[in-house]
């Protein structure tokens, strides 16, 4: 590497990290192993944050937030107007199995360099080095755009899921758009306080909530098999349904297979959390893969659940609840009591997803504040030394949720834009990430040693996993219907182009003259 750039933050790393080396072989959770110590120091990073969560924790962190049956069930109707049963069915099981190609190519980087910057980290230090600063910039804001976007929509989910619980018990609710901002502004409050106040007690609440999550699962699965109404095995795995008006039923499957990737994305959320985690390059790895084996496994019964259980679709989609699972739940129990039974264990499972959720945002952003991406990085990157959290990151989160969810009082169209937003950035993350480990396999050059490799399998899987990112990239801007209107226009490409002009100005402007990007503060390991 080039000399390095030594501030007080670096000075104090190196170090700690020269303790690190000469020390023991203590194990604290302040400090984390051995091996964390020697990884913070090699990446000129400073150990601010407690390292309170273990293998059973963090694999419930990452299953929490994937959250795949109870993501299921919310996001179908994305893919049942644009696909139909058949559609919603195939799609998952194409988007599970090739997330997993993807997330092993990114445990594999997190095994490599765990911290919490992820991707805009690994682009820094495996990109090509006359591109690196401008490129882990720009992934570093595309990261902070996908976490924040998807803690507001998760967010607005649940607070909307509540008020379908109240139509549900209220016959003559009537759905006001100021209800559904107030109650995501509510979720974003409690998750707030969750994370600030209950922090240290997260790893244990997680692995808790995960025991609700699978339970949960079997729950609603026994009910919905013995009660509903079972449809036709031959008519479910095939009728692919148009609803969209496109061209033809493939072009409408594709448009739908958002749906279907919301079940099994923010796999990487584990990474975000790595400085959080003993042992992490060990950890975080068969965190990520079983996360995405056994969520993967769960929602894709799940969807074929609810795919025989659903009945009408018209009717589902016409539900005064607004919630097409709902409607299904009431029709499989015909009972309002115990419809609202189980739509309050999938709410309660989405207030959870929002608080892994945040955490993660919260992450992400003091990360790179860390490494003076940001405007006021030394206001973001500030941690709490009571509460041991970055605590101007996490009201940040909750003050972008709260703006975010006012969308809502124009137009929850607009919101669903926002989702597709989150869902561009964190594909393009990924992208150019894993791109920039395959181009130096291509090249023939060293990789970091890890202790998680793909080995002689890792350019295969690389290259699988950015055909399919380019893929779901691409259709992550189409809007739900041929010529829409602009109430049904998908504006997230407007957005997602507005965030890029936005970062490469103010990278031009003010950025490229404070920013140097991670690599600078990597020390060689001899």
């Known amino acids: 590497m080039d000399e390095l750039k030594k501030d007080d933050t670096f000075v104090e790393a190196e170090v700690s990290g020269v303790d ?11 400090k984390g192993t051995k091996a964390d110590r020697l990884g913070m120091w090699r990446m000129g990073k400073v150990q601010e944050l407690r390292r309170n969560f273990r293998f059973v924790s963090i694999y419930s962190f990452t299953m929490i937030l994937m959250t795949s049956w109870e993501w299921v069930l919310s996001t179908s109707t994305i893919g049942l ?16 199995i090739m997330m997993i190609f993807i997330y092993t190519s990114m445990a594999e980087m997190g095994s490599m360099a765990p911290t919490s910057g992820g991707q805009y980290h690994w682009v820094s230090e495996f990109s090509p080095r006359k591109y690196q600063r401008f490129l882990s910039y720009a992934i570093g804001w595309m990261c902070v755009l996908g976490w924040q976007t998807g803690a507001a929509v998760s967010a607005f989910i649940a607070g909307t899921q509540i008020q379908g ?14 209800h559904g901002t107030l109650l995501t502004i509510a979720v974003a409050a409690f998750n707030l306080g969750f994370n600030v106040f209950l922090a240290k007690k997260l790893p244990l609440i997680e692995s808790i909530v995960l025991v609700i999550h699978i339970c949960g699962f079997f ?5 919905l098999w013995v009660m509903g109404p079972i449809a036709d095995a031959h008519e479910t795995f095939t009728n692919f349904n148009n609803g969209g008006g496109w061209s033809s039923a ?5 448009v739908g297979l958002i749906g279907s990737l919301m079940p099994v994305a923010g796999g990487d959320c584990a990474v975000h959390m790595s400085e959080e985690v003993r042992d992490a390059s060990k950890i975080l790895p068969r965190a990520m893969i079983w996360t995405i084996l056994t969520n993967g496994i769960m929602g894709f019964i799940m969807i074929i659940t609810f795919a025989f259980t659903l009945g009408n679709l018209d009717d589902a989609l016409a539900s005064p609840t607004r919630q097409p699972f709902l409607h299904v739940f009431y029709t499989a129990t015909k009972s309002r009591a115990g419809a609202t039974i189980m739509g309050s264990l999938v709410i309660f499972m989405f207030l959870f997803c929002n608080v892994t959720t945040t955490a993660t945002s919260s992450r992400q952003i003091y ?6 991406g940001l405007p006021f990085h030394r206001w973001f990157a500030h941690v709490s030394p009571k509460y041991e959290v970055p605590f101007n990151a996490l009201t940040f989160s909750f003050i972008i949720s709260s703006l975010l969810s006012l969308i809502n009082l124009g137009s929850p169209i607009a919101l669903n834009s926002i989702g597709s937003l989150g869902t561009a950035a964190g594909m393009a993350s990924y992208m150019v990430s894993i791109g920039c480990v395959t181009l130096r396999r291509i090249r023939g050059q060293p990789l970091l040693p890890s202790k998680f490799s793909l080995g002689r399998w890792g350019l295969p899987i690389n290259i699988l996993s950015l055909i399919f990112l380019v893929v779901l990239f691409i259709w992550s801007f189409f809007p739900p219907v041929p010529n829409p209107t602009p109430d049904l226009m998908n504006w997230a490409a407007l957005m997602f182009g507005s965030t890029m002009v936005f970062s490469v100005l103010y990278f031009y402007l003010y950025g490229r003259h404070q920013y140097d990007g991670p690599v600078a503060y990597v020390r060689k390991l001899e």
């Open 81 to 96: 107007i644009n696909g139909g049963t058949a559609g919603v069915i195939w799609m998952f099981l194409l988007c599970w």
């Open 20 to 30: 690190s080396i000469n020390g023991s072989d203590e194990i604290s959770i302040k």
């Open 367 to 372: 990360a790179f504040a860390r490494d003076k």
């Open 219 to 223: 729950a609603v699965l026994i009910v």
């Open 165 to 178: 619980l109240i139509a549900l018990n209220m016959p003559d609710y009537s759905f006001a758009a100021w």
């Open 250 to 254: 493939g072009v409408a499957t594709l």
